[in-house]
């Protein structure tokens, strides 16, 4: 090969490999409103509903882990079918709301991918947590799997083996596995969630038993959807507290407090850490945020950007 041909194609692997990645300042050219877009959007959703940081958030996580952060989980039926899912993911209708004042600014320029990613930053921000630069450039998928959602979502009965082999099948290690779950200082979950840990559990504080227990009765289906905080303490602030309160064996799901269950245990190291110095929690939060939010983007050529983020047309 004639070694101009040569360069010419060296240019285009690096310009390829250049284009394979997503970047901060993606939008700044094409849609120079979007990220100030989005940031009044959840503010507005956070102050009429609190929990609606808690919602946004962990809609990012379930679209992440379900073939990647590619808003599989905003299509409608699909994954929203899925077992983690149905009857319980929230904020659709809030992310549908910011997509089409985003689209009036800038017409198919936004992914909804890259919607959920910085929403979920707002709302961390919204209620008091740390903050992290999201880069942006995912698109948008053009399906969504059930099947895979029911495989790949951890459901809070399991242990904290199970729970790590899901993580790391994300590329996620113990340390972002403890951090990602202070997620779980903000937010509700039903009674059909935490029920059996209430009931047959020893490792539960008795008091703050009891107080749960008045809302979740123990025949199954009595009182299913009542909610109650995952944080006892400070339910709607982004906080450290999750940690400390599973010190005092009043995590909420049975997959909370199998993180402090054995004494000198991996995971009670590093929740000793996080419950004793909120700063390293912050910043562990926000580097495995930006760890999950790089899971297996669709880059262009691939995926597309969604005009309705329910809908793949
Ligand atoms: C470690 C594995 C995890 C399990 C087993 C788990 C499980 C759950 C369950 C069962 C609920 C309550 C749902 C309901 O009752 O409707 C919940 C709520 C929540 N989860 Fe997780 N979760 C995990 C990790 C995460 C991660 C990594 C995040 C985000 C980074 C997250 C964010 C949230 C939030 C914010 C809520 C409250 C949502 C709301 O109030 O609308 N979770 N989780």
Redesign the pocket.
């Given at each position: 090969m004639a070694s101009s041909s040569l360069s010419v194609v060296l240019l285009l692997c690096l310009a390829a490999a250049a284009s394979a990645q997503i970047s901060p300042t993606f939008y700044d050219a094409s849609c120079p409103v979007a990220l100030a877009t989005i940031k009044s959007g959840v503010a507005a959703a956070v102050s009429s509903d609190p929990?609606m940081a808690?919602?946004l958030?962990?809609l990012h996580?379930h679209d992440c882990f379900v073939q990647g952060c590619d808003a599989s989980v905003l299509l409608a039926g699909n994954e929203r079918n899925a077992f983690?899912n149905v009857g319980?993911l929230?904020g659709f209708d809030v992310i549908e709301k910011i997509k089409s004042d985003v689209e009036r600014a800038c017409k198919r320029v936004v992914s909804c991918a890259d919607i959920l990613a910085v929403a979920a930053r707002d709302s961390v921000v919204a209620v008091g947590g740390p903050s992290w630069t999201v880069s942006l450039g995912r698109r948008d998928s053009d399906t969504a799997s059930e099947t895979l959602a029911n495989r790949d979502l951890?459901?809070?009965s399991?242990g904290v083996a199970d729970?790590n082999t899901r993580f790391a099948a994300k590329g996620l290690n113990l340390t972002d596995?403890v951090a990602?779950?202070g997620?779980?200082t903000?937010?509700?979950?039903?009674c059909?969630?935490f029920r059996s840990r209430l009931y047959n559990e020893a490792n539960i504080d008795p008091d703050f038993a009891t107080a749960r227990m008045a809302t979740c009765p123990q025949p199954l289906g009595s009182g299913d959807g009542n909610l109650a905080p995952?944080d006892a303490t400070t339910p709607d602030t982004f906080n450290n507290d999750y940690f400390v309160n599973l010190k005092l064996n009043k995590g909420l799901?049975h997959?909370d407090q199998v993180l402090y269950a054995v004494a000198g245990g991996a995971t009670e190291e590093i929740i000793d850490g996080f419950a004793s110095n909120p700063d390293a929690f912050s910043n562990a939060f926000a580097a495995a945020?930006v760890k999950?939010g790089n899971i297996s983007p669709l880059i262009f050529p691939q995926g597309l950007i969604r005009r309705t983020c329910s809908k793949t047309t």
């Open positions: 929990r808690a919602s958030l962990r996580f983690g319980s929230r951890p459901p809070p399991l729970l596995m990602l779950s997620a779980h903000i937010g509700r979950a039903q059909r969630n995952l799901l997959s945020m999950m």
